[in-house]
C-alpha cells in the first residue's frame, strides 16, 4: 500500500543542515496498522509528512497504491491526499468558527459532490464516532475527547484507504485515549484500513500489528 | 464552496465587524464623490446652450434720480444708443443682476393647470438678448414688436421648464400663470437651456420674461456684444466714455470669459480638494484592508495548513482568501447601499436618480476593485504556506 524507499530529509538553513530522516526504507501493507515510535525530535513526525505528501522528501521516493508520487504537481498532490489519505492530528486542527458537521465535511468540499451528499456523509462518519447527537455543536463546546473523535470522522468521511495519525491520544487522558484506539482499531478491523500512527504510548503501539522505532531519523527496528 | 464560506463568515461576524464597518464608511465615502462627478460630468456633456466669448457685462450702480419710469426708459434708450454707436459693440441688452456666470440669481413660481411650479430662474430680458447670447429656440419665436399689441403677456421659457409643464408635447400657444394664478402668460417660444452657472451645473427651469419701463428700475447690467478687434484699448475708451455717461456712477466691465473660468474654479477646485481627501482615506483604507488580511492569514496558518492537507491545493487557497473578501465586501456594500438607495428615493438635493444609481453602480465596483486588489497578495502568501510547517505549528 504504501512503499518509503530510502528515504531522507535534510533541513538546512544559512548555517546548519540537519539530517532529520535517514535512509528510511518501509513497506506497508494494505489493512496494516502500524504504529511509530521513538523519542522527541527523532523524526516520526517528519516521516510521516512525507508519507503523507505534506513534505517533500529531500531523497527517496514514495509509491502510495502503486503510484510514484514524485513528478506529481501541487494539484495533483492535493487531490491524491484528499481521495487516499485522511490526517488525525495531536492537536486535533478542527475550526472553531465551523460547526462539528461542517468540520467534518471539510474534505468533500474539494470534491465534485453536493451539499446534500456531504452532509449525509458526514452525518455518518459521525454517527460512527458517536458524536450523532453533536453535529451543531461548535469545536469549543466539545470535550477533548470529542474533539479527537471529530477529526477522527473528518479523516473517514471521505473513505480513504489510508489513515496517518500524529499522536491521536497524545493531549488525551488514558481513558479517553482508550476509546480513541478503539475506534482506530475497529477502522482498521471493519474497513480495512491501512493506519499508520505515531505515538510515544508504548501501550497503544502493542495494540497494532506492527511497530517501528526511530531513533536519530533512522530506523532501529 | 461560497455556501461554506458564507456560514465561515457569517460565523465570525463579531471578529470582522471592523473590516465590514470600515468598507461601509468607505463605500459611502466613494458613493458621495461618484456623486458629485457623475452629476457634474452628466452637466458637463450637456451642450452651453450659448455664446459667452466676446461679451462683456458692465455693471454700474444707477445714480439717475427719474422717478418717472418713460423717462427712464428713454435714459436707457440713450445708453443703448451711446453705447451702439461704437462700431466695435455689436449688440446691447440691458439685464438684472443674474446675468450668467454671476452668483446672482432671481427665481419666481409659475402655475399650469393647477400645478405649482417653484424655484423657476427669471431672466429679464430685451429683444436683443437671444441674439447677444446666440441662444437656440427649439420651438415657437422670440419677442418682436409686434408683442406690444398681442392680447395675452408673451413669455419664452427655456426647454427644461417645457418638459416640467408639458413633458414631451408642444409649449407654444399655452397659457402658463403666475403662482396665484393672477396672470397668464402666453407661451411664444422655447429656447434650448442655457447653462448659466458654469459647465457643471444644470440649467434649471426658467423663464425669459420681456423687461417692461417699470424693469429699468432694477436694471445694473449692460451686456454687450463686442467685434472680434475689440482690445484692452478699446475697453479704456468705453470704461472713459460710460464714466463720461454715468456721472456718480460705480462702473465696472467684466469678460464673461473671465466669469465662467471663475464660476467653474469654484465648482472644481473644491471637488479636487474632496477627492485628494477621499484619495487619501482609500490608502489608507487599502492599507488597512491589506493589512487586516495579511493578519488573518497568519492567525489562520493552521486552517489553511490543515485544507491543504485535506485536498484543497494552493491555488484554491488563495482564491478563498480573495472569495471570502468578496463575501464580506458583498456584505458591507448590501448596508451601504440600503443607505446610498435613500438618496434617490427621498430625492435629496433635487438631483436625478440615475446619478445616485450610477454612482452607487461605480462605488460598488470601486470596492469590489479594491478588495479584490488588496487580497490577491494575501491570497498569494496564503497559497505559499507549507501544511507541514502550519500544522506543527500548532
Request: glycine share 6%; proline share 3%.
Amino acid at each position: 500500500m504504501i512503499r518509503l524507499q530510502n528515504i531522507e530529509k535534510v533541513y538546512r538553513t544559512d548555517t546548519v543542515e540537519t539530517l532529520a530522516v535517514k535512509g528510511v526504507n518501509l513497506d506497508i501493507a494494505k489493512g496494516e496498522f502500524l504504529s511509530i515510535m521513538g523519542p522527541s525530535g527523532c523524526g516520526k513526525s517528519t516521516l510521516l509528512n512525507i508519507m503523507g505528501l505534506l513534505d517533500d522528501p529531500s531523497k527517496g521516493s514514495i509509491t502510495i497504491n502503486n503510484q510514484d508520487t514524485k513528478n506529481l504537481s501541487d494539484q495533483q498532490l492535493a487531490k491524491f491526499r484528499n481521495q487516499h489519505i485522511g490526517f488525525i492530528f495531536q492537536s486535533y486542527h478542527l475550526i472553531n468558527d465551523l460547526q462539528v458537521l461542517d468540520n467534518v465535511a471539510l474534505p468533500l468540499l474539494y470534491r465534485s459532490s453536493t451539499e446534500k451528499e456531504r452532509r449525509i456523509l458526514a452525518a455518518v462518519a459521525l454517527e460512527k464516532v458517536g458524536l450523532s447527537n453533536r453535529l451543531k455543536h461548535f469545536p469549543t463546546q466539545l470535550s477533548g475527547g470529542q474533539r479527537q473523535r471529530v477529526a477522527i470522522a473528518r479523516a473517514i468521511v471521505g473513505s480513504p484507504q489510508i489513515i496517518l495519525a500524529d499522536e491521536p491520544t497524545g493531549n488525551l487522558d488514558s481513558a479517553m485515549g482508550n476509546e480513541i484506539m478503539e475506534i482506530l482499531i475497529n477502522l482498521n478491523k471493519h474497513r480495512d484500513t491501512t493506519i499508520v500512527m505515531v505515538t510515544h504510548d508504548e501501550n497503544m503501539a502493542q495494540k497494532t500489528h506492527r511497530l517501528i522505532r526511530l531513533f536519530d531519523g533512522s530506523q532501529v527496528l | 464552496m461560497l455556501k461554506h464560506l458564507f456560514i465561515l463568515i457569517w460565523n465570525k461576524r463579531k471578529q470582522n465587524f471592523l473590516f465590514l464597518s470600515e468598507l461601509l464608511v468607505s463605500f459611502l465615502v466613494i458613493f458621495a464623490v461618484f456623486s458629485f462627478l457623475v452629476y457634474y460630468f452628466q452637466n458637463y456633456k450637456k451642450p452651453l446652450g450659448f455664446e459667452y466669448e466676446k461679451v462683456w457685462s458692465i455693471h454700474f450702480t444707477n445714480s439717475v434720480k427719474i422717478k418717472n419710469m418713460d423717462s427712464l426708459s428713454m435714459y436707457y434708450d440713450n445708453l443703448r444708443k451711446t453705447l451702439k454707436s461704437l462700431p466695435q459693440i455689436e449688440k446691447v441688452s440691458f439685464s438684472g443682476a443674474n446675468i450668467p456666470y454671476s452668483n446672482n440669481n432671481s427665481t419666481t413660481g409659475l402655475t399650469n393647470n393647477g400645478k405649482k411650479y417653484n424655484r423657476i430662474n427669471n431672466y429679464r430680458v430685451e429683444n436683443e438678448y437671444k441674439d447677444l447670447w446666440k441662444m437656440k429656440l427649439v420651438e415657437g419665436r422670440w419677442y418682436n414688436e409686434q408683442d406690444i399689441t398681442s392680447t395675452y403677456i408673451p413669455m419664452v421659457i427655456n426647454e427644461s421648464l417645457k418638459e416640467e409643464m408639458f413633458g414631451k408635447g408642444p409649449a407654444t400657444g399655452k397659457l402658463i400663470g403666475s403662482l396665484e394664478d393672477k396672470i397668464k402668460w402666453k407661451v411664444i417660444g422655447v429656447t434650448a437651456d442655457m447653462k448659466a452657472n458654469g459647465d457643471f451645473y444644470p440649467a434649471g427651469p426658467a423663464i425669459y420674461a420681456k423687461v417692461d419701463t417699470s424693469a429699468y428700475r432694477w436694471m445694473r447690467n449692460a451686456l454687450i456684444k463686442v467685434s472680434p478687434g475689440a482690445d484692452a484699448a478699446f475697453e479704456s475708451r468705453l470704461y472713459k466714455l460710460l464714466s463720461g455717461t454715468l456721472k456718480n456712477s460705480n462702473i465696472e466691465i467684466t469678460h464673461l470669459t473671465d466669469m465662467r473660468k471663475s464660476k467653474n474654479e469654484a465648482t472644481i477646485i473644491p471637488m479636487i480638494i474632496f477627492m485628494i481627501i477621499a484619495g487619501f482615506l482609500m490608502i489608507n483604507v487599502a492599507l488597512g484592508l491589506f493589512g487586516v488580511l495579511w493578519y488573518n492569514i497568519n492567525k489562520r496558518r493552521s486552517e489553511i495548513g490543515l485544507r491543504r492537507a485535506i485536498g484543497a491545493g494552493g491555488k484554491s487557497v488563495s482564491y478563498q482568501l480573495v472569495y471570502e473578501s468578496l463575501i464580506l465586501a458583498t456584505m458591507s456594500l448590501t448596508a451601504g447601499c440600503f443607505f446610498a438607495i435613500q438618496f434617490p428615493l427621498l430625492n435629496v438635493f433635487d438631483i436625478p436618480a440615475s446619478v445616485y444609481l450610477t454612482a452607487i453602480l461605480l462605488a460598488m465596483i470601486f470596492i469590489y476593485m479594491l478588495v479584490f486588489l488588496c487580497s490577491l497578495y494575501p491570497g498569494k502568501q496564503a497559497a505559499a504556506i507549507h501544511p507541514a510547517i502550519a500544522l506543527h505549528e500548532e
